[in-house]
């Protein structure tokens, strides 16, 4: 496309600028990057270059910039997914807590695949970030190790490493807490004691051993034994849940479902059976949908602390210098039908 379409083809410059408002480019570039104060450059001036900016169309050249700053105030995470409320919920407080602290966000989704998570963490390390969130990595540590060698900061978030600090939510608490709402349930409506059924999750996932230990301690506790093909970790996706519980030769009557993605398939299934069967069940689901909560089977759900999980996320970021690489736990949230 050229001029004539519409689109002029020679960028705004900080001289250009520098000519339309009667001022110096140093005192331009230094409005511009934030370091005008410092400068004793006045309110006044700094407003008129900041309007002649937009007025023109001045877009800041961020690695150039970065070069000629100590910092560059650019801070990236890798997140795993956006169609989960959970993770959806992280970036948009991440935005914000960042935007209010100054800084400019940068978050990639990467599928949960290790080799777009490590090509993800070298693209921001290229966009010199002063600091990377490891959001839901499957190999945190693989990412610490490759932001050491640049001489950036890593914190982990939702999932646990061993080579930096890192901000989770209590799984464990919340699991046990969920399953005794559920075993309760079980037995308060249908007057059952059976174990229930454990599915979703990976046996190799942090967060899925810390609910499973939940799980079975709070069974344990009421001396009830959980038979080991009670649980199930096909991994999150609703299709492979909603396989598993087709190839159970018993229909369980109690379910924790450690995800709400997962708890898609299970609802799917549920709604295969026929309607007098899928009534005599109860489930409750690790992570919170508000359209879930009032599904009639639903007897609870964990809600993550997102809002608290990011403000110990940022409180971090003020001073990783200092920090030690210890894990931060966030209770979670225990939602019950209408509370």
């Not at 110096?24 to 400068?39: D, E, F, I, Q």
């Not at 069974?219 to 190839?247: C, D, Q, W």
């Amino acid at each position: 496309m050229t001029a004539g379409d519409g689109i002029s083809s020679k960028r705004t410059t900080i001289y250009d600028l520098a000519r339309i408002v009667g001022t110096s480019p140093t005192a331009v570039s230094s409005v511009l990057n934030g370091s005008w104060k410092k400068r004793r450059i006045s309110q006044k001036l700094a407003d008129r270059v900041l309007s002649a900016a937009e007025e023109n169309g001045y877009a800041l050249n961020i690695q150039a910039s970065v070069l000629r700053r100590e910092k560059s105030n650019i801070v990236g995470m890798i997140i795993p997914k956006y169609d989960n409320r959970f993770f959806g919920a992280i970036a948009e407080r991440f935005e914000e807590a960042a935007r209010a602290e100054g800084l400019f966000p940068v978050i990639t989704c990467t599928q949960r695949d290790p080799d777009l998570e490590v090509e993800a963490a070298r693209g921001l390390l290229s966009y010199q970030v002063d600091c990377l969130v490891a959001c839901g990595a499957t190999n945190p540590d693989h990412i610490a190790e490759l932001c050491a060698a640049n001489g950036v900061a890593t914190i982990n978030l939702d999932l646990p490493g061993g080579r930096a600090p890192s901000i989770i939510s209590d799984s464990y608490s919340g699991a046990l807490d969920l399953t005794n709402v559920i075993l309760d349930a079980c037995e308060r409506d249908l007057g059952s004691r059976a174990p229930l059924v454990f599915i979703g999750g990976r046996l190799d996932d942090h967060n899925t051993k810390e609910r499973r230990r939940g799980f079975l301690d709070a069974h344990a506790a009421r001396g009830i034994e959980v038979p080991e093909g009670n649980v199930l970790m096909p991994g999150y996706a609703p299709e492979k849940a909603r396989a598993v519980l087709e190839r159970m030769p018993a229909r369980a009557r109690g379910i924790f479902v450690n995800s709400t993605i997962t708890l898609e398939g299970v609802v799917q299934w549920m709604q295969s059976l026929p309607p007098a069967e899928a009534a005599g069940m109860r489930y409750g689901s690790f992570d919170y949908d508000p359209f879930g909560a009032l599904l009639p089977q639903n007897v609870g759900m964990v809600e993550q602390d997102v809002p608290s999980l990011i403000a110990a996320l940022v409180a971090r970021m003020g001073d990783l210098a200092n920090a030690p690489i210890d894990v931060t736990k966030v209770p979670c949230i225990l939602r019950l039908p209408h509370t």
